[in-house]
């Protein structure tokens, strides 16, 4: 086997194609956007630089042919409740399915790590938020959506032959809309909608300023502090509104309220995989150009 690290336009997009060859023939793998992938090696997109630095590597078979890839980095930001130790992080791992491809990867990563003074590894995870590319799927194995990891269920295996163990479940909950919601919703609602005070709204995308505003006092309230969560500003927020704001449907966005003082929101967006599923990869102007219509057609609905 041949282990290459990326340090140039060529390998940099084998990096990317390593996923390609080892999905092909899975009908639930949706390809990411290369760009949303090349954007965490970017140190003029991603903030990350600031606090650490990453390496990724390729790994290829005798024959030349792909068949692994991963990344590692260090991040003086990152850490999680009770750390009381130096933690590194490995992500963008894809395999074959063999324990020595997968070791050689993971053992790669490691030495790089301790080299930099790490005294543990935690992934897969992301260089950068936890709101993307962050941790293994080890059920369900459903389309993923966008910018969330998908592997095939021999993932457990390799990475725990090579002795990683659960830190903690993050758990996506799935609802069908065409099925009647369960009788203890209705009766919490009744009884919200007949207390005093407590009043509701939908987005509306022509205030996108009063309801980053809304966002950001709920949010600040409920999650700053929390894992290391920091506050939001009204200008990050209505940043974040901005470049969603193609993609909005204000019926599924709600905000509640009590006595007009913001206490909740339920935020929902359409799942862009399921638009980006027909682009592979790309998002350049032809793609930019036909992104309306599986909008518009519903192509991809399920």
């Known amino acids: 086997m041949q282990l290459i690290p990326v340090n140039d336009a060529a390998t940099a997009n084998q990096f990317l194609q390593v996923a390609v060859q080892l999905y092909k023939n899975d009908p639930k793998w949706i390809r990411p956007l290369d760009k949303d992938i090349e954007e965490v090696f970017n140190k003029e997109k991603n903030k990350a630089f600031r606090f650490g630095e990453i390496i990724r590597w390729i790994l290829k078979d005798d024959a030349g042919h792909l068949i692994g890839r991963i990344a590692a980095f260090i991040n003086k930001k990152y850490k999680n409740k009770g750390d009381d130790v130096a933690v590194g992080g490995i992500g963008f791992f894809e395999c074959i399915n063999s324990q020595d491809a997968a070791t050689l990867l993971l053992d790669t990563a ?125 200008e990050q927020v209505m940043l974040m509104f901005k470049k969603m704001k193609p993609v909005i449907d204000a019926r599924i966005i709600y905000f509640a309220y009590y006595n007009e003082e913001p206490i909740g929101m339920f935020l929902n967006l359409p799942d862009l995989n399921q638009y980006f599923k027909y682009m592979n990869g790309k998002f350049g102007l032809l793609q930019k150009l036909y992104f309306p219509y599986p909008k518009k057609f519903q192509f991809g609905k399920r």
């Open 110 to 234: 490691k030495k790089w790590l301790e080299d930099k003074g790490m005294q543990a590894m935690d992934g897969p995870i992301n260089f950068g938020e936890r709101d993307k590319w962050w941790g293994l799927v080890t059920e369900g194995f459903s389309e993923p959506l966008y910018c969330m990891n998908y592997n095939p269920p021999y993932y457990i295996e390799l990475f725990e032959q090579y002795g990683f163990r659960l830190f903690f479940n993050q758990v996506c909950f799935a609802i069908d809309p065409e099925k009647p919601l369960s009788a203890k919703i209705h009766e919490r609602h009744q009884h919200l909608e007949t207390t005093p005070g407590i009043s509701s709204k939908l987005m509306d995308k022509t205030q996108l300023e009063k309801f980053a505003m809304d966002f950001t006092t709920v949010y600040n309230k409920a999650w700053a502090g929390h894992g290391g969560l920091k506050q939001l500003t009204k």
